[in-house]
Every structure is written in C-alpha cells, then in structure tokens.
C-alpha cells in the first residue's frame, strides 16, 4: 500500500523533502540506519565483517552518494 502510493504519487509533498537524504541530517539518518540494520543482522546470526562491509554501500544507495 505504502509503495504503491509513493509511485502512484505525482510529486512529493514538499519538494524540500524531495531531497534530503542528500543533507547532512539525511546523511546521518541513513547512515544511523545502516549501522542499526547491519547490528541487528549480525544478533540474528549474519556475519558480524559481511554485515559490515554492507553498511557503506546501504548509506550510498539510500543517499546517492559514491561509496
């Protein structure tokens, strides 16, 4: 449902919003994020060093910023 009205949607809302991952704040957010993910994955059994390789490459899609 959430998906289908993020496409479905012409514009954002708040064109601001349209690019915040890329600010500073959003940077932070995603990369807070990605760390929590991989932690999380690694207490479920995932291997603590893939898991870590993982995070700069999940901060870089979320934010569109090279790796």
Known sequence: MG???TLSA???RD???AHWHATP???AFFT???QA???AETAGG??????RATVPNLI???TGSPA
């Not at 995932?46 to 898991?51: A, N, Q, V």
């Open 3 to 5: 998906l289908e009205m």
């Open 10 to 12: 012409p514009a954002p």
């Open 15 to 17: 064109p601001d919003l």
């Open 25 to 27: 704040e959003g940077r």
């Open 32 to 34: 807070e994020i990605a």
């Open 37 to 39: 993910w991989a932690e």
């Open 46 to 51: 995932e291997d603590r060093e893939k898991m």
């Open 60 to 62: 870089a899609f979320y």
